[in-house]
């Protein structure tokens, strides 16, 4: 029989073990994940044998990009056979807003379609990708936006899954002193909606990563660990070749929240399987 005093003895040591051992709560590091946005055209090609490729180079998780009720083309259920054949998991994909771009299985066209696929198959997140340039606005439509992301968040959690957004660049572009991702932090429901850092386009911006984790801790479930290189035109580049400091920021893993991270390169100076090759044995050496 389970008393208060037995309870609260139980949760005196669970708490001090929290305290003691933080790992508990950490990501999962056997977990290396890539966006499959950098093989984007080899996806489009050959899908099953892309996904093989991925997972012959030691990656274990995925982030797709999905639309129209498909992945990649591919209806969700065969696309979750791919994935399991491979032994890859894929915790979370992307989604458009859809207000720009029209399509169903957007946020604002059919997302309870697409919520539904994304739970149906085992998927965690679901991430607004992006917003096209008419899609952005001023402060007062991202303020709209969080409104949009706050329900698009609803209908995730009562599927089981959490809703994100990605930023970029152009969240950090002040108007009134004031930056639009500054509005959609502050102006969304901080359990609906979470954030996926790009730590690229984090620093394009001129912002710290660390300063915005330590400011919102447990927002940031998702990274996309991406490198800029060290010329002036601040390209991407392969993690661990350029200038971002990714071993101080992972010092802040348990802070953000992190579950799941997934290195993307959005251009390749060459093949991109060489380049997530480089990528993934810097995060084995030096990451994981």
């Not at 919102?216 to 971002?244: A, Y």
């Not at 893993?253 to 044995?281: H, M, R, W």
């Amino acid at each position: 029989m389970i008393t208060r005093r037995s309870f609260l003895k139980t949760s005196a040591l669970f708490s001090a073990g929290v305290l003691v051992a933080p790992k508990l709560f950490a990501y999962d590091k056997k977990h290396i994940g890539l966006q499959l946005y950098t093989v984007r055209d080899a996806m489009a090609k050959d899908a099953p044998g892309t996904l093989a490729k991925v997972a012959e180079l030691g990656y274990t998780s995925v982030e797709a990009s999905y639309g129209d009720g498909k992945y990649y083309g591919v209806e969700p259920k065969a696309f979750a056979e791919l994935l399991k054949k491979n032994n890859l998991i894929m915790p979370s994909a992307h989604y458009l807003l859809g207000e720009a771009m029209k399509g169903k299985g957007t946020i604002l066209n059919d997302w309870d379609k697409a919520t539904e696929d994304a739970a149906s198959i085992g998927q965690k997140y679901m991430v607004c990708a992006w917003l096209a340039p008419s899609e952005r606005g001023n402060l007062d439509h991202y303020k709209k936006l969080a409104e949009d992301f706050n329900k698009a968040g609803e209908t995730c959690k009562k599927a089981g899954v959490q809703f994100c957004y990605h930023n970029h660049d152009f969240e950090f572009i002040q108007e009134n002193g004031k930056y639009p991702y500054e509005i959609l932090l502050e102006n969304t429901d901080k359990n609906l909606v979470k954030m996926e850092i790009d730590l690229y386009w984090l620093t394009k911006a001129n912002q710290d990563p660390i300063a915005l984790i330590e400011k919102h801790p447990g927002r940031f479930p998702l990274w996309h660990v991406k490198d800029m290189d060290k010329t002036e035109k601040k390209m991407f580049t392969e993690v661990g070749n350029g200038v971002i400091d990714f071993k101080k920021i992972f010092t802040k893993a348990n802070t953000a929240g992190l579950k799941y991270f997934f290195v993307e390169q959005d251009i390749c100076p060459g093949n991109p399987f060489d380049s997530i090759t480089k990528s993934i044995s810097y995060i084995k050496k030096n990451l994981v």
